[in-house]
């Protein structure tokens, strides 16, 4: 079992560049009774550095709530006729570099559809998975395999469980073999979240080094998912993913996201942490990787 050091930063924006060089990110989150995801994934993104983040409400009520808290997203508010005849639309919308779905959508028939229209879309993109859109799999997670692009999932144990059929063991080795198996079994890198988060492809794995116990607060999964999403889209943006990209992304944003929790523990400790705190500090992990 590999353990993963310092991953390399994502490159260099060119002098000239706009907003579309950084990563046009669709997010696919959030619901009436669950604002918040789309909030965290929102700002997130942003703060890990997409140029363009564009959340698509389902529900009206995130069309008041989101731009209070996040400004500088685009919303898109697609019909449901719209996602009962595939969701076409929502999922062309802006050109965008990566999709996510999942946070805060709820475990309902339209998560269902979202996620149907997902895998049957021609998007050759990189799709990240999370949540509700991972239990919307019914346990079947091979039907991941239908996508057209790579695909990232960033299960909790117990959504692990319920995707392989089988529970999550806490020893490491453990986890990092069952990591590998869902992976191979449904063709997407698995983000397998806990302490020691494994990120593999199937093949290739490792085992984050970074994060503290005062992550295991709500949120802080949709704030990994924004920060994927954001690195996968300016992967995306600057070249054709190559083999590998998606993966390299993958790792960054586990390593920076738990050193954006270790930032926010040892300022304000693990106790008082919570999944905004996460955000407040992610520039600051950047930075850091940067550095390095």
Same mark, same amino acid.
């Given at each position: 079992?590999?353990?993963?050091?310092?991953?390399?930063?994502?490159?260099?924006?060119?002098?000239?560049?706009?907003?579309?060089?950084?990563?046009?990110?669709?997010? =696919? +989150?959030?619901?009436?009774?669950?604002?918040? @995801? &789309?909030? *965290?994934?929102?700002?997130?993104?942003? %703060?890990?550095? #997409?140029?363009?983040?564009?959340?698509?409400?389902?529900?009206?009520?995130?069309?008041?709530?989101?731009?209070?808290?996040?400004?500088?997203?685009?919303?898109?508010?697609?019909?449901?006729?719209?996602?009962?005849?595939?969701?076409?639309?929502?999922?062309?919308?802006?050109?965008?570099?990566?999709?996510?779905?999942?946070?805060?959508?709820?475990?309902?028939?339209?998560?269902?559809?979202?996620?149907?229209?997902?895998?049957?879309?021609?998007?050759?993109?990189?799709?990240?998975?999370?949540?509700?859109?991972?239990?919307?799999?019914?346990?079947?997670?091979?039907?991941?395999?239908?996508?057209?692009?790579? =695909? +990232?999932?960033?299960?909790?144990?117990?959504? @692990? &469980?319920? *995707?392989?059929?089988?529970?999550?063991? %806490?020893?490491? #080795?453990?986890?990092?073999?069952?990591?590998?198996?869902?992976?191979?079994?449904?063709?997407?890198?698995?983000?397998?979240?806990?302490?020691?988060?494994?990120?593999?492809?199937?093949?290739?794995?490792?085992?984050?080094?970074?994060?503290?116990?005062?992550?295991?607060?709500?949120?802080?999964?949709?704030?990994?998912?924004?920060?994927?999403?954001?690195?996968?889209?300016?992967?995306?943006?600057?070249?054709?993913?190559?083999?590998?990209?998606?993966?390299?992304?993958?790792?960054?944003?586990?390593?920076?996201?738990?050193?954006?929790?270790?930032?926010?523990?040892?300022?304000?400790?693990?106790?008082?942490?919570?999944?905004?705190?996460?955000?407040?500090?992610?520039?600051?992990?950047?930075?850091?990787?940067?550095?390095?």
């Amino acid at each position: 079992m590999r353990s993963a050091g310092e991953p390399r930063p994502p490159p260099p924006l060119a002098e000239d560049a706009h907003k579309g060089d950084a990563g046009r990110a669709l997010c =696919v +989150v959030g619901s009436r009774t669950m604002p918040g @995801a &789309a909030v *965290l994934v929102a700002r997130a993104a942003q %703060r890990a550095g #997409a140029g363009l983040v564009v959340v698509a409400c389902l529900d009206p009520a995130l069309l008041a709530i989101v731009p209070a808290a996040a400004p500088e997203a685009i919303l898109i508010e697609p019909e449901a006729e719209d996602l009962r005849a595939g969701a076409r639309a929502l999922f062309a919308a802006r050109d965008c570099h990566a999709r996510l779905a999942g946070p805060g959508l709820g475990d309902d028939a339209r998560t269902r559809l979202v996620v149907r229209g997902l895998l049957a879309s021609d998007f050759a993109g990189p799709l990240v998975l999370d949540a509700d859109a991972l239990n919307a799999l019914d346990g079947e997670p091979e039907r991941l395999r239908d996508a057209r692009g790579p =695909v +990232v999932i960033t299960p909790h144990p117990g959504e @692990a &469980a319920r *995707l392989a059929g089988a529970p999550v063991s %806490r020893d490491p #080795a453990a986890r990092a073999d069952f990591a590998r198996a869902l992976a191979q079994r449904c063709g997407a890198i698995v983000c397998l979240k806990g302490k020691g988060t494994v990120v593999t492809d199937g093949e290739a794995l490792f085992v984050n080094p970074t994060g503290n116990p005062g992550m295991a607060t709500a949120g802080a999964g949709d704030v990994l998912s924004g920060i994927l999403v954001a690195y996968l889209a300016r992967a995306a943006a600057f070249r054709a993913l190559l083999p590998g990209d998606a993966l390299a992304a993958a790792r960054r944003a586990v390593y920076v996201h738990g050193l954006a929790g270790d930032l926010a523990a040892g300022l304000l400790g693990q106790e008082g942490l919570i999944a905004s705190d996460l955000i407040e500090r992610l520039p600051h992990a950047q930075r850091k990787l940067l550095q390095t």
